[in-house]
């Protein structure tokens, strides 16, 4: 189970998102030890906004980062404290993400997990996060 301390979110901290992801595309490797996860967002920014790529994330090893298919270098991005940001992206671009995640270790029943014999998904509010890094946000919705 999760034990985090839920926090409050007030409407008047509500910012809207910088960037949102028009459409994602996952590909699974799946195994109950070690799960390899490719996701293709196709990401466009907010009018307006500035800044860095911002995604969410948790108990995950990304592999590989790639915009418009040219592979980022560990400068390109920051990796802390739950929170991947990518400097320098255009407006619209092609992101990939490769990542690990090890469905059997995760005891959050959130994300992909394993139940005895089965693998199980659960995104809902914030488990996305522990699948790929994602804007894992309920304002933010793909296809």
Known sequence: MNSAVPTTVHLSDYTPPAFVIEQSRLVFQLGFSSTRVEATHHVQRNHGSSGPLELNYDQLEIVSIEIDGHELSDS????????????????????????????????????????????????????????????DRPDVLTR
């Open 76 to 135: 390109d991005y920051e990796a802390k404290d739950n929170l991947l940001a990518i400097r320098d992206v255009p407006d619209r671009f092609q992101l990939t993400i490769t990542c690990r995640i090890r469905p059997q270790e995760n005891t959050a029943l959130e994300g992909l997990y394993k139940s005895r014999n089965i693998l199980c998904t659960q995104c809902e509010a914030e488990g996305f996060r522990r699948i790929t890094p994602s804007i």
